[in-house]
């Protein structure tokens, strides 16, 4: 079974700090590896995936994530955070092959709040 | 939002009865999903539909139901609401099973009471 950590619940940061959301996987097989973000009262988007190739990914809002296979993380980062990042941040995870290869596992998310 | 509408997007119901909700998609994707939102859980796969007639199940699939008649629909039911289903319903869609990321729909706030 495929499973996604999010370990912090809430991650605070001052703006214009680089800030980092943390994601670890487990799964069969080579990853597909995305992030998605959530505004308030509103669906989750899209920012980034991996697939494969190089390991620094980049996204929508200057977002990247780097995947890292020995350590099965996949951190998003952001060299410079505003306040409008403030939001709700997923991590999800799919496997390459096999049965319900093409269903997403979502982490449980972590609250990014950027302190003016 | 991805040409993906959800109706309604808030309801209020009572224990033991019916709901039904309706996602719609401009897209002719392939492939659409049922996930709820819950606080401490992220999202949850309910169910999936990979054609039109064609569905299976996801990882809390128990106590719903779906139909998918046309490419464009797929309809989500509570045969018997109870209040452990109020949630965040959210759908979503992707062109196909190598098209790799899901959009999503602006989901559905459903209370049980």
């Known amino acids: 079974a495929q499973s996604v950590a999010q370990p912090e619940d809430q991650v605070n940061v001052a703006e214009g700090n680089p800030l980092t959301v943390k994601c670890t996987y487990s799964?069969?097989?080579?990853?597909?590896l995305f992030w998605y973000v959530q505004y308030p009262n509103r669906g989750l988007q899209f920012l980034l995936k991996?697939?494969?190739?190089?390991?620094l990914v980049k996204g929508s809002y200057g977002f990247e994530a780097e995947f890292n296979k020995s350590q099965t993380s996949f951190h998003l980062k952001k060299p410079s955070a505003l306040v409008s990042d403030s939001a709700l941040y997923f991590c999800?995870?799919?496997?390459?092959?096999?049965?319900?290869?093409?269903?997403?596992?979502f982490g449980k998310g972590t609250k990014l709040s950027v302190i003016p | 939002d991805a040409g993906i509408t959800q109706s309604p997007r808030h309801k209020v119901t009572e224990t033991g009865t019916p709901v039904t909700l309706r996602c719609h998609q401009t897209?002719?994707?392939?492939?659409m999903y049922w996930y709820r939102q819950d606080p401490g859980h992220g999202l949850r796969l309910i169910h999936y539909?990979?054609?039109?007639?064609?569905?299976d199940k996801g990882e809390v699939s128990d106590g719903y139901s779906v139909s998918r008649s046309k490419t464009e629909d797929f309809l989500l039911t509570l045969e018997s609401a109870t209040s452990s289903q109020t949630s965040v319903y959210f759908c979503?869609?992707?062109?196909?099973?190598?098209?790799?990321?899901?959009?999503f729909g602006p989901g559905t706030r459903l209370t049980v009471t």
């Open positions: 979503a869609i992707s062109a196909s099973s190598d098209s790799y990321e899901q959009y």
């Open positions: 539909s990979y054609g039109v007639k064609d569905t």
């Open positions: 999800a995870v799919r496997s390459h092959s096999g049965a319900g290869s093409y269903q997403l596992t």
């Open positions: 799964v069969s097989g080579n990853p597909y």
């Open positions: 991996y697939i494969t190739g190089d390991n």
């Open positions: 897209e002719n994707h392939r492939y």
